[in-house]
């Protein structure tokens, strides 16, 4: 015997026995998300659905559906927003159009490791981003980690500024990082990640940018011969539930949920940057020709891109921006 709460919101609430008059219901969460099922993110996700089953003794449910099996990163932000899924993971650069600020965590080379990455969203920048996705609908559940962005093409190693100039490299939807790859001399483009593999295939692009295990996950170095470490993003995993399905659980369900996400979370960073390692090694055993950026071009990347953070300001004001660089410890001029 079943009946649905909200059926739009695939919220299921499951007649799974009876005591006297009272029901016990069993409540279903659909997640979607944009990452492989081999990739951290979506093994922290396995461990959050066992988590949350165990802590309400079976009364709340996780279906995961990973490697974009409900539709696109982009689809999936307007999904969680309508709430016809619960939550999903995915790379934030995919909601700057509901929380533009989030574009200030992409400034190029501002956060250089994991350590400042995350004192910067565990601490008051991630509050005011909570505090914006909460005005537009949205709970935050958690940050992960992504690890830095690396450029992968299939035209030509990376020895120097120059050897950007012209290269179609797909982006995120991100004006920061497309302005970014612009000031360096490519040839940037928007384009979901459901979308790159065949894209990169047909040669419609030449190039991306991702962390290495998203990289061999995806398995692009199939279509890409040539990575270099630019490392010029750090990037995060954003947890993001639908505000008005989350406060409608029962209070100790949302408990279980905020914790098991809290022990999912805490697992995915301890084990990310190995798997980011172990991905690299994989990728050159795979044929990929790796070539490492020296210093003069790392010097000349950040110099060219300078110019981006007083953009950023422009748009999103000088305050956030300022207060972001000054939690990543970059001084603020």
Same mark, same amino acid.
Do not use: C
């Given at each position: 015997?079943?009946?649905?709460?909200?059926?739009?919101?695939?919220?299921?609430?499951?007649?799974?026995?009876?005591?006297?008059?009272?029901?016990? *219901?069993? @409540?279903?969460?659909?997640?979607? +998300? !944009?990452?492989?099922?081999?990739? =951290?993110?979506?093994?922290?996700?396995? /461990?959050?659905?066992?988590?949350?089953?165990?802590?309400?003794?079976?009364?709340?449910?996780?279906?995961?559906?990973?490697?974009?099996?409900?539709?696109?990163?982009? *689809?999936? @932000?307007?999904?969680?927003?309508? +709430? !016809?899924?619960?939550?999903?993971? =995915?790379?934030?650069?995919?909601?700057? /159009?509901?929380?533009?600020?989030?574009?200030?965590?992409?400034?190029?080379?501002?956060?250089?490791?994991?350590?400042?990455?995350?004192?910067?969203?565990?601490?008051?920048?991630?509050?005011?981003?909570?505090?914006?996705?909460?005005?537009?609908?949205?709970?935050?559940?958690?940050?992960?980690?992504?690890?830095?962005?690396?450029?992968?093409?299939?035209?030509?190693?990376?020895?120097?500024?120059?050897?950007?100039?012209?290269?179609?490299?797909?982006?995120?939807?991100?004006?920061?990082?497309?302005?970014?790859?612009?000031?360096?001399?490519?040839?940037?483009?928007?384009?979901?990640?459901?979308?790159?593999?065949?894209?990169?295939?047909?040669?419609?692009?030449?190039?991306?940018?991702?962390?290495?295990?998203?990289?061999?996950?995806?398995?692009?170095?199939?279509?890409?011969?040539?990575?270099?470490?630019?490392?010029?993003?750090?990037?995060?995993?954003?947890?993001?539930?639908?505000?008005?399905?989350?406060?409608?659980?029962?209070?100790?369900?949302?408990?279980?949920?905020?914790?098991?996400?809290?022990?999912?979370?805490?697992?995915?960073?301890?084990?990310?940057?190995?798997?980011?390692?172990?991905?690299?090694?994989?990728?050159?055993?795979?044929?990929?020709?790796?070539?490492?950026?020296?210093?003069?071009?790392?010097?000349?990347?950040?110099?060219?891109?300078?110019?981006?953070?007083?953009?950023?300001?422009?748009?999103?004001?000088?305050?956030?921006?300022?207060?972001?660089?000054?939690?990543?410890?970059?001084?603020?001029?």
């Amino acid at each position: 015997m079943k009946t649905m709460l909200n059926a739009a919101a695939a919220l299921v609430l499951t007649v799974a026995g009876m005591s006297g008059a009272a029901f016990a *219901q069993e @409540v279903t969460l659909r997640a979607s +998300g !944009s990452f492989q099922p081999g990739h =951290s993110s979506s093994l922290a996700m396995e /461990r959050f659905r066992d988590a949350v089953a165990e802590k309400t003794n079976g009364e709340v449910r996780v279906d995961l559906f990973p490697s974009n099996q409900l539709g696109g990163a982009e *689809q999936q @932000v307007d999904q969680v927003r309508r +709430g !016809s899924i619960f939550m999903s993971w =995915s790379g934030p650069s995919f909601w700057t /159009r509901v929380v533009p600020e989030l574009e200030a965590l992409g400034l190029p080379f501002v956060l250089p490791d994991p350590e400042k990455a995350f004192q910067v969203v565990d601490g008051p920048i991630g509050d005011i981003l909570a505090e914006k996705f909460e005005e537009r609908g949205v709970t935050v559940l958690g940050w992960g980690d992504l690890g830095a962005r690396h450029v992968s093409n299939s035209r030509r190693a990376l020895t120097s500024i120059e050897d950007f100039n012209g290269l179609k490299i797909r982006m995120q939807p991100n004006e920061v990082h497309l302005r970014t790859f612009r000031a360096l001399g490519a040839s940037p483009a928007p384009l979901d990640i459901a979308e790159l593999f065949s894209a990169l295939q047909q040669r419609v692009m030449d190039g991306q940018e991702n962390p290495y295990s998203i990289i061999l996950t995806n398995r692009f170095e199939e279509v890409q011969g040539h990575l270099s470490d630019t490392g010029h993003f750090y990037d995060y995993v954003v947890y993001l539930a639908n505000k008005d399905l989350f406060e409608k659980l029962k209070p100790e369900h949302q408990e279980a949920i905020r914790s098991a996400m809290a022990e999912a979370i805490t697992w995915q960073r301890a084990y990310n940057g190995e798997a980011n390692a172990k991905a690299l090694e994989e990728l050159q055993a795979k044929g990929v020709t790796f070539t490492p950026v020296s210093d003069e071009f790392r010097d000349a990347m950040r110099e060219r891109t300078r110019e981006i953070v007083e953009e950023t300001r422009q748009r999103l004001g000088t305050d956030f921006v300022d207060q972001v660089l000054r939690e990543a410890g970059v001084a603020t001029n």
